[in-house]
């Protein structure tokens, strides 16, 4: 079954304004982490945040997360039109063994920023 | 530099065909994964490898088979393509789990 659920499934925005997504799951986490993936191409690893962190930063991104409300938020401050693309959530179980290294995405969100 | 690289980049092949697609990775890393993107952009993990040992098996086919033969190359061998398995296959690697590297992705396409 899927774990995360991202909100809203798409977004369209302005340049220069902020974007916010986000992500909920459903078991307990090691870590979760966003990716981006543009058009037709292969996710690159934005952020990850770790089971016992509440906020991270990274440039112009601001990651949250509440593991007792099982959710995350994606923040990009300032969007540009090069921040088109769409953004997934991904958690990294507990378990070990079987699960090692087992990414669970979520179903993404479209952002589009418009010049 | 590529860090991931999977070939090839596009596929088209008839049904009851049997196809590869090759993957190497030349960070170092310890853990490699095949990834199956379906066309609501939905991504699955199919295989996991670490160290060349098949640790993660979702439930897939028996027509898929993944192949190791190294820390640096994970390869997927599909056999007996089936229209349903046109979808966007995508290999990362890992080192001890975490941040996760990912290819450009293959897009097969079964016609």
């Known amino acids: 079954s899927q774990q995360g659920e991202e909100d809203p499934q798409a977004l369209s925005i302005q340049e220069g304004e902020n974007a916010t997504m986000n992500c909920s799951y459903k078991t307990s986490i090691n870590n979760l982490q966003w990716y981006r993936q543009n058009s037709g191409r292969g996710l690159v690893h934005l952020i990850l945040i770790r089971s016992n962190e509440r906020e991270k930063h990274s440039g112009r991104l601001r990651v949250t997360l509440d593991t007792s409300k099982k959710s995350s938020s994606l923040l990009i401050t300032a969007s540009r039109a090069a921040d088109t693309a769409s953004y997934f959530c991904a958690t990294d179980g507990l378990g070990g063994g079987t699960s090692y290294g087992k990414l669970t995405f979520g179903q993404g969100t479209i952002l589009t920023v418009h010049p | 530099d590529t860090a991931v690289s999977q070939t090839p980049k596009y596929l088209v092949t008839q049904m009851g065909n049997d196809k590869s697609i090759k993957c190497e990775q030349n960070?170092?890393?310890?853990?490699m994964y095949w990834y199956k993107q379906d066309s609501k952009k939905f991504l699955k993990i199919m295989f996991s490898y670490n160290n060349k040992e098949l640790i993660i098996n979702e439930t897939v086919p028996n027509r898929f088979s993944p192949k190791s033969p190294d820390k640096a190359h994970l390869n997927l061998h599909i056999n007996s393509l089936e229209l349903g398995d046109s979808a966007v296959y995508f290999c990362?690697?890992?080192?001890?789990?975490?941040?996760?590297?990912f290819g450009q992705g293959t897009r097969l396409t079964v016609v």
């Open positions: 990362a690697s890992s080192h001890q789990g975490g941040k996760a590297f």
């Open positions: 960070l170092g890393h310890d853990t």
